[in-house]
């Protein structure tokens, strides 16, 4: 209904005083948004909705800003490293150095970019840049932690982790940050991590293969010689 044709609003959004008991009575929220003169109050017509809109509104006014900075002073570095936020909080990465990644892994794998994660991609920042680039996600569920990692060669082996609502005991940032370092001298299996998607054979590869051929040919060899 538009408010034209609403018979309670007088001009200048107040409710007409035959339906100000009424109104307050079975419908409150939209009643003291009435009297604040908000245009939300023509959003809620119908009052079987007004509890979890009056929820909602509440959630998006209370919701708070975490600002995390990437890379500060060169270093491999989230900070902070692990955060509080609640339902609705917006965590927004600042890059200020080098070329990082917020990619959301697993406790159980730190450093492997988790299926339909969240993920930044590579933020990368020139030197003396005027404008650092920043990208955020926005906390839905506040009961389970979400882990990070930066995708970059080597930087998840170096510690280069993050959390949000990581608990104090058991499933620790640090627990999480120590098992991301005893990477350091493994192979990891994030795609993210591994710009040029192959890699050049080991040296041992190659000589295996070397002492494999040239044991074929000596068979061939003998064979014709006998």
Known sequence: MRRSERP???????????????????????FYLSLA?????????QCTSSHSASLALASVASAANIL???GGN?????????????????VVFQFVAGNHTATQSTFKAPCTEMAGGINSNFQFVASGAAQNPEWNFTV????TPLWFFCAQTGHCGKGMVFSVNAPPTG???DAFQTAAKATANTTSTSSSSSPSGTGAPSSALITRTSAGLLAAAAGVVAGLLL
Do not use: K, M
Request: charge should be positive; charged fraction near 10%.
């Open 8 to 30: 309670d609003i007088l001009p200048g959004r107040y409710l007409r005083p035959q339906y100000v008991a009424a109104e307050r009575a079975s419908c409150p929220y939209t």
């Open 37 to 45: 003169r908000s245009p939300a109050f023509f959003n809620f017509p």
């Open 68 to 70: 995390v900075t990437v």
């Open 74 to 90: 060169g270093t491999t570095t989230y900070s902070p490293s692990n955060v509080t936020a609640n339902q609705g909080d917006v």
């Open 140 to 143: 839905l569920n506040a009961t």
């Open 171 to 173: 499933n620790t940032f």
